[in-house]
């Protein structure tokens, strides 16, 4: 699944800017900071110190930041990753993937899983581990299956579901050889199917009053499941800690507590630099730099599943007309971004050129080079032509209205800051003020849901490796996840047809091309990925840049 940190459970969006890329100016170039050439792909390796359970010691704690979002259910449209990373430590993990994207299943919930094709249609059929039990004694069985399939398909619009793709590919869920056998029907063949899995609902949960305002604020650890379970939730300071769940039939869980602390970046690195803190994201290289070689920690660096794009809200006054929207992207030099980005950080990759696929994934093309180019001198002319003339001031008016836009800043971050200070430079150089407007992290989720911005910085983690299975929530006129509101339903239909596609190869070729007619939409422009690096305590097991890989909670721990 694709995780926004705000949006779908495939797809979530994240809250802050991390570190990122850089392009030549005439936009196809490549993303780098220091010297030499920059390389043709984003790297790919993993840093996170795999560790056997066996060698796991038992006992100890495991702090981060981290904390409950408005919306704790990760199925729901406004879910973050930060909502999708603490449902994980309290919920089922019943589906993973490796570090290159290979599907894993985990046997303390499905015992046995089958994949047929008949007659054109696909067939799954989940064999649940008899001994697994929600935590109010509810057997996880086909019901669970099939009212996650139910909550997301989008047959009930009430649902305020993320994705619906996929699911609604699935003709029926029923009961197999007993309660505890599921099988699927698709329609045709879905290859990504395990993405829609990955973890699922209490039958309590999927009812559309609990889907929707269940999780708000609250946590649910009665409809969970797994090695863990809340332990303690503070309300007032958003620090939770989990505790090992005595109802919980697998492997033991080797923590004592895990314990997520409510801070912002800054705030963070010295909270790591105190020792309060066993793991820290460092988003550039001050952070870095503060964090590099303290006594009893070590720096983990790998390649990256996040991407961070420029989205344009069409819904805006000024950005409805899409030869604005054009222009403006043509006056984004993404190669200065990018060398704010990376300043003093050792690291290279291409500009990233794509929403559904990273540059070191098999099938990627860089879609954006394909239909934009940087040219502030043509985005001048093409402003003029669409009635948009110089002020005293220097900035555009037209009918009487000044061509200003809203950027709201979460945060503290001096990076999140300093990018918003280029982009604004960018914009003034052609006659765009940009309107920067400071505002808290917490209101990440609102901004987008009440689509509160003109031009909005946010980013997207990818939980599995099926790129074209999001493309809909990317570019889809009609879904509530485009925090754009671009497209056309001819397009959609476009969309559509490539979910219906058997075959991953000819479905990810499909998807670039349509991608390409997506883009020119000018509503969403990708800017930069850069490294995943973290500060950790050293001997922290299956804990760093993992890629596609989501270590189990019962596998985290410190090494014996």
């Known amino acids: 699944m ?14 802050s800017v991390t570190a990122t890329a850089c392009q030549s100016s ?51 449209v406004n879910s973050t990753l930060t909502a999708s990373r603490i449902w994980s430590w309290y919920n089922a993990d019943a589906i993973t993937y490796s570090p290159t994207g290979e599907v894993q299943y985990n046997p303390d919930y499905f015992s046995d899983v089958k994949v047929s ?39 009930d619009k009430a649902f305020a579901a993320s994705s619906t793709d996929g699911y609604a590919q699935i003709t ?9 056998q599921a099988v699927l029907t698709f329609k045709g063949v879905n290859p990504a199917w395990s993405a829609l899995f990955t973890t699922f ?31 303690k939730w503070d309300a007032h300071s958003g620090d939770i800690t989990f505790v090992r769940n005595p109802k919980w039939w697998g492997k033991k869980g080797k923590l004592d507590k895990r314990v997520y602390v409510n801070l912002e970046t800054t705030a963070a690195v010295n909270a ?17 730099k503060q964090i590099k070689g303290l006594k009893g920690t070590e720096i983990r660096s790998g390649g990256s599943p996040f991407e961070y794009s420029l989205y344009f809200n069409t819904r805006s006054s000024v950005l409805a007309d899409k030869a604005v929207r054009k222009a403006i992207e043509e006056s984004v030099d993404r190669a200065q971004i990018a060398k704010i980005q990376f300043q003093g950080l050792d690291y290279s990759e291409p ?8 540059s070191f994934q098999k099938g990627y093309q860089d879609n954006v080079a394909a239909v934009l180019k940087y040219a502030p001198e043509e985005a001048k002319k093409a402003l003029d032509a669409a009635g948009w003339k110089p002020g005293g001031d220097g900035i555009r008016v037209k009918n009487g209205q000044k061509l200003a836009l809203d950027y709201p800043l979460l945060g503290d971050d001096p990076l999140g800051k300093a990018t918003a200070g280029a982009i604004a430079a960018m914009l003034k150089s052609v006659g765009v003020r940009l309107d920067v407007r400071k505002a808290e992290e917490a209101d990440f989720s609102r901004i987008l849901s009440d689509r509160k911005f003109d031009l909005f910085l946010s980013g997207n983690r990818s939980m599995d490796p099926f790129g074209a299975r999001y493309l809909c929530d990317f570019y889809c006129s009609d879904r509530d996840s485009n925090l754009t509101g671009a497209g056309t339903p001819a397009l959609d239909e476009q969309i559509r047809a490539v979910s219906r596609i058997g075959d991953l190869t000819e479905q990810t070729r499909k998807a670039n091309e349509v991608e390409r007619e997506a883009l020119q939409e000018y509503a969403f422009l990708p800017l930069f990925s850069g490294p995943s690096t973290y500060g950790v305590k050293k001997g922290l097991a299956n804990v760093g840049a993992t890629i596609f890989y989501n270590p189990l909670p019962e596998t985290v721990g410190w090494e014996k």
Do not use: M
Request: no cysteine.
């Open 172 to 180: 029926s869920v029923t009961k197999g050889a007993d309660a505890k």
């Open 201 to 231: 609902l209490h039958p309590k949960a999927a009812t559309v009053a609990h889907f929707n305002n269940a999780y708000v604020k609250k946590a649910h650890p009665e409809w969970g499941a797994g090695p863990y379970t809340v332990g």
């Open 272 to 288: 790591f630099k105190n020792g309060q803190l066993d793991y820290v994201s460092a988003v550039d290289a001050e952070s870095l």
């Open 117 to 155: 094709v008949e007659g054109g249609n696909q067939k799954v059929v989940l064999t649940v581990n008899p001994k697994a039990v929600f935590n109010d004694g509810t057997p996880i069985d086909w019901t669970a299956i099939k009212a996650t399939w139910q909550a997301n398909n989008g047959s």
């Open 2 to 15: 694709r995780t926004r940190l705000a949006l779908p459970v495939a797809l979530i969006a994240a809250v």
């Open 26 to 76: 005439s936009g196809t170039g490549s993303a780098h900071s220091g010297a030499g050439k920059a390389p043709s792909a984003a790297p790919s390796a993993a840093d996170y110190n795999p560790t056997p359970y066996d060698r796991v010691r038992d006992g100890g704690t495991y702090t981060t930041v981290g904390t409950f979002d408005d919306q704790g259910n990760p199925f729901n």
């Open 351 to 358: 500009l990233p050129g794509s929403a559904i696929l990273y």
